[in-house]
């Protein structure tokens, strides 16, 4: 009778064992607005999947235009957005295909690690809240964190990541088409236009065209400013060049601080860059955006450090302003 009992009970337990083992190895589409499909693990045919839905180690999941999905991995969410593709590779791993998604994951078990790969990144997280998105060159990579920290590290070189805290972002992007961007910004002085600047505290900065600059200031006050606002813009590429990480110790910066001739090779390309815009104010200021290719600065830089910088641009972390953080409240209300 005793045998009997026991035998009962270990097919009782198997049972829930391997009840739980199956729930652990499924994820679930909780909701979902638009249009919603799934690529079953092994088929070829994607096919429409609505909330409640079951999705298992190997199932794809893409949104539409207009569309959105969250999916839930035993208490943590991931919300793709629109025109956005995952694979689920197992339930501690998705891969970004395309496209952009939220993830609020602050119910992982003590010492375990769920990673998100793109094309070029991964990202190693232990209970945080953050966007991952895939620019529309298909590769680019950028990372933004609203809790917590995340590991963030370029695909296929383990020496070359680095730690994201809160309200800090960064990419990661191949050499050949990454490209660097800031806005050089310079304030009309009084010293500049020669005269006192008749203006109000309660006066509001608007937008105003280069002519009505002109008229305003006088056309030397506008050249002189502008040309103020592009030294800022190169001071600030180079800062971001200098942010390159090499590897987990290692920025350019460090290089170039013991080699003058990295720093003058630097200082040359970047004069290279190209003006993306500008823009005139009412009181004066003027911003000017400019851009340049990373790539060009790897090869003037390579015959003077050798090939230390690997296959893909990394950014080191940048503070995000919160009214520049368009997915914080969203992430938040996950």
């Known amino acids: 009778m005793i045998k009997k009992s026991l035998y009962i009970l270990s097919i009782i337990l198997l049972n829930l064992m391997l009840a739980t083992g199956a729930s652990a190895e499924e994820a679930s589409l909780i909701a979902g607005q638009g249009t919603i499909q799934r690529l079953p693990s092994g088929q070829t045919e994607w096919v429409p999947v609505e909330a409640g839905a079951k ?172 040309r103020a606002a592009k030294i800022d813009a190169y001071r600030k590429l180079a800062e971001i060049m200098y942010g390159a990480v090499i590897d987990s110790k290692t920025t350019l910066e460090d290089y170039a601080v013991k080699n003058d001739t990295i720093r003058s090779t630097v200082k040359g390309v970047v004069k290279g860059a190209v003006v993306t815009g500008r823009q005139y104010y009412s009181d004066g200021k003027i911003s000017i955006g400019m851009k340049i290719k990373a790539g060009k600065i790897v090869e003037r830089l390579r015959p003077v450090t050798g090939d230390i910088f690997g296959s893909n641009y990394l950014a080191s972390p940048e503070v995000i302003q919160i009214s520049n953080f368009e997915d914080y409240l969203e992430i938040e209300k996950i």
Do not use: C
């Not at 190693?124 to 809790?147: H, K, Q, W």
């Not at 660097?180 to 236009?193: C, F, Q, V, W």
């Open 55 to 226: 999705l298992s180690a190997g199932d794809s999941v893409k949104t539409l235009r207009d569309s959105s999905a969250d999916i839930e991995f035993q208490g943590n969410i991931i919300r793709l957005k629109e025109n956005s593709t995952i694979q689920i590779r197992s339930m501690k791993q998705l891969g970004l295909l395309s496209g952009k998604l939220l993830a609020v994951l602050k119910h992982l078990p003590p010492g375990s690690e769920f990673k998100i790969t793109s094309p070029v990144a991964i990202s190693g997280v232990r209970g945080t809240s953050f966007s991952l998105a895939i620019m529309p060159d298909n590769y680019t990579t950028e990372i933004r964190v609203a809790e917590g920290e995340v590991i963030f590290s370029s695909k296929g070189e383990i020496d070359k990541f680095i730690r994201i805290g809160k309200f800090n972002s960064s990419l990661v992007s191949p050499w050949n088409i990454a490209e660097l961007e800031t806005e050089g910004k310079a304030i009309l002085s009084e010293k500049i236009l020669g005269k006192k600047i008749k203006s109000t505290v309660s006066e509001k900065s608007v937008a105003i065209t280069k002519k009505e600059y002109s008229s305003r200031f006088g056309a030397l006050a506008r050249i002189t400013t502008e």
